[in-house]
């Protein structure tokens, strides 16, 4: 059996308070977009990951897939598994590849064994592999709270726009990302400003990463920059980064970022 997970972006990120376990509470709003891995199930004589495409950082044995994989074994006798991974979604870019990749292979294992499992019992196994990652169970758009793994529906259509996401040659580590940003309570939840129009979002939707990631990589600035050069409606850095969206009212071409061979996407 076959899936394509998706990859999403982060509609603005508020770093609320550093909590007791060492994790931080935040505010968010997750949207898919299309950029896609696939994922692929067959049986086999033991269970491994082949990963193709984009390289993966890391031991392939640590794999979210893997994870996911023995997780649902723990509870269900599941034969062995070949899973073949081809990565379109780029890695280290807060695009939340990983966490599409093993939310879409529970989705895939629940199907193809028939393990009837509902919607929130197929979450609850998410939550444990990441923050994000039962998010991608359902995949529509969500205001996300508390480590982020909480949802309220949110009802943000941004399909009359002009989508792109730009990723630089950059890697930015989730870890570095939130030991270097301040925790603080925004002035408006972001629960009340993403249901304003986006012209209005400049300024006011944004992504408590951006300061610390801009000083150390001032590129994922001047992309955010030239993305506001083009005429942008709004831009921001996705998650921790490395990648930076933006939307148009209208289609355009991108002169300035192809000149420097970066990467973008249509969304």
């Not at 199930?41 to 990963?51: L, R, Y």
């Not at 629940?110 to 929130?120: A, H, M, P, T, Y």
């Not at 972001?190 to 990589?217: C, G, M, Q, R």
Request: neutral net charge.
């Amino acid at each position: 059996m076959l899936s394509f997970p998706n990859a999403k972006i982060n509609l603005g990120l508020n770093i609320t308070e550093k909590r007791n376990d060492g994790y931080h509470n935040l505010e968010t709003v997750f949207y898919p977009i299309n950029i896609k891995d696939s994922v692929e199930i067959t049986d086999a004589e033991f269970t491994s990951c082949k990963i193709h495409g984009i390289e993966i950082p890391g031991d392939s044995k640590d794999n979210l897939c893997l994870k996911a994989y023995h997780l649902i074994k723990q509870d269900f006798n599941i034969p062995a598994q070949q899973i073949n991974l081809l990565k379109n979604i780029p890695v280290g870019a807060g695009l939340g590849g990983g966490s599409a990749d093993c939310a879409f292979l529970i989705k895939l294992l629940n199907d193809k064994f028939e393990l009837g499992l509902s919607v929130s019992q197929m979450e609850a196994y998410a939550r444990k592999l990441g923050a994000d990652c039962a998010f991608f169970i359902q995949n529509a758009p969500v205001y996300a709270y508390n480590k982020g793994d909480e949802f309220e529906q949110c009802r943000v259509d941004l399909s009359g726009w002009f989508k792109v996401l730009v990723k630089p040659p950059v890697h930015v580590s989730t870890a570095d990302a939130y030991a270097l940003v301040k925790p603080q309570k925004p002035l408006q939840s972001l629960k009340e400003i993403i249901h304003l129009s986006p012209t209005t979002w400049k300024n006011k939707v944004i992504n408590d990463f951006e300061p610390s990631v801009f000083a150390k990589y001032p590129q994922i600035h001047q992309i955010k920059t030239s993305l506001y050069d083009a005429g942008a409606t709004f831009a921001l850095m996705s998650g921790s980064g490395s990648s930076v969206f933006a939307i148009f009212p209208s289609t355009v071409k991108l002169p300035e970022l192809e000149k420097n061979n970066l990467v973008y996407y249509n969304i």
